[in-house]
């Protein structure tokens, strides 16, 4: 276990990290990053040979860990904030555009990139369930609600002319 000494892949910011550690964070700019590509990519400037697919790789490894990040936090996003939004689902565009179709038009069949778009796909169909039946629900509330309000105008009526009945049969005698 060494530390080695890294600049962020994002921000260029100088960060120490251990060898060993899988993922890194960036404390300047927010960025994780995969800390053994990080180190192959210094090795590679030190030597001066370029190796293209390490680094379209790690693009790729970058991209999908931001969009596992994105679609975590779409998934504990609340339901009531999605059925408010509008039709077109502005987070899940942006996931699917942002991160997971850079990733795809790098490696068309990335097998992370297309385990992520079905993940993502999925929350999303959850998500317009789950507005679908709250707004159900909300409706079938809005109906209980007028009906106690109809029976409550019914029963203030009855009383009302039971009254009038009533006063008139004082006035009659």
């Not at 860990?65 to 987070?91: G, L, V």
């Not at 795809?104 to 317009?128: C, G, T, W, Y």
């Not at 409550?152 to 039971?162: D, E, H, M, Q, S």
Request: aromatic share 8%; proline share 2%.
């Amino acid at each position: 276990m060494a530390l080695v000494s890294l600049n962020c892949p994002n921000c260029g910011g100088s960060l120490k990290m251990e060898d060993t550690m899988d993922k890194g964070f960036c404390m300047y700019c927010g960025t994780s990053f995969l800390v053994k590509d990080e180190i192959q990519r210094v090795k590679v400037e030190h030597s001066g040979s370029v190796n293209l697919n390490l680094n379209r790789e790690r693009e790729i490894k970058n991209l999908l860990i931001r969009a596992e990040q994105k679609i975590t936090e779409y998934e504990m996003s609340s339901n009531a904030e999605f059925a408010n939004s509008t039709i077109k689902d502005e987070t899940y565009e942006s996931i699917m555009k942002d991160y997971i179709e850079k990733a795809f038009d790098i490696e068309p069949n990335f097998p992370k990139a297309l385990e992520l778009k079905q993940r993502l796909i999925s929350v999303k169909a959850e998500k317009i369930d789950k507005a679908k039946a709250a707004a159900k629900a909300a409706k079938i509330e809005q109906i209980r609600f007028s009906n106690k309000l109809g029976f409550g105008c019914i029963i203030v009526v009855l009383v009302f002319f039971f009254l009038l009945v009533a006063l008139l049969n004082q006035c009659g005698r």
